[in-house]
């Protein structure tokens, strides 16, 4: 397994010693950009870890989102995308049918990038019809590392939020992530 963290701009510092991957929060609705991107995404990038960019989904407008997280993230050959499907801090969501439209059409507008959706197992037990999780799922499910309490096949698991969110990737190595984020 490796190893990898997840930031916000709540994050003014982070360690990336050890960590093979590192998910940055680009976007959230039509209207936020992270403030901290550009120096988040430089440590990443000078760490030589895999760099993933995510989007905090607003119920409504997937379209219009999908296009304004593109448009506001960095566009780099072997860079992961995508889409974080949760409760809002207003205790709304969006739907199904956003999370799918939002992931489709970030893979048209990005299609040489690999598009995963992050969720934690509540919504992809609960709130999720489709199954459709773009190039590959990332779930949230706290417990031990690289057993979410799923019965899905999923590429990363967040295990932890303490102190960060930490993951894990399924890849046998660094090399297998990257080459298959190239694909």
């Known amino acids: 397994m490796l190893h990898g963290i997840d930031v916000s701009a709540y994050q003014t510092e982070f360690d990336t010693d050890g960590l093979d991957f590192v998910f940055v929060k ?4 039509r209207s936020y950009v992270n403030p901290r991107l550009k120096s988040q995404v430089k440590r990443v990038r000078d760490a030589e870890c895999v760099v ?5 989904l ?16 960095p566009e780099k050959e072997g860079d992961l995308l995508a889409v974080d499907w ?25 299609p040489h990038h690999r598009v995963l959706l992050y969720c934690n197992r509540s919504f992809w037990t609960k709130h999720d019809t489709s199954s459709y999780a ?3 799922l990332w779930i949230a499910d706290y417990g031990k590392a690289a057993a979410p309490r799923i019965e899905a096949d999923w590429r990363i698991h ?20 990257r080459d298959w984020a190239k694909a």
């Not at 967040?158 to 992530?177: C, G, I």
């Open 58 to 73: 607003w119920p409504g407008h997937a379209k219009d989102q999908a296009e304004y997280f593109v448009e506001k993230t």
């Open 86 to 110: 949760e409760k809002t801090g207003e205790g709304t969501r969006a739907s199904s049918a956003d999370k799918d439209r939002f992931i489709r059409e970030v893979k048209r507008l990005r």
């Open 26 to 29: 680009a976007t959230e609705g």
């Open 52 to 56: 993933g960019f995510y989007h905090f």
């Open 158 to 177: 967040q295990y932890t939020d303490d102190p960060l969110d930490k993951n894990v990737a399924d890849f046998p190595s660094p090399e297998a992530l």
């Open 134 to 136: 773009g190039d590959g």
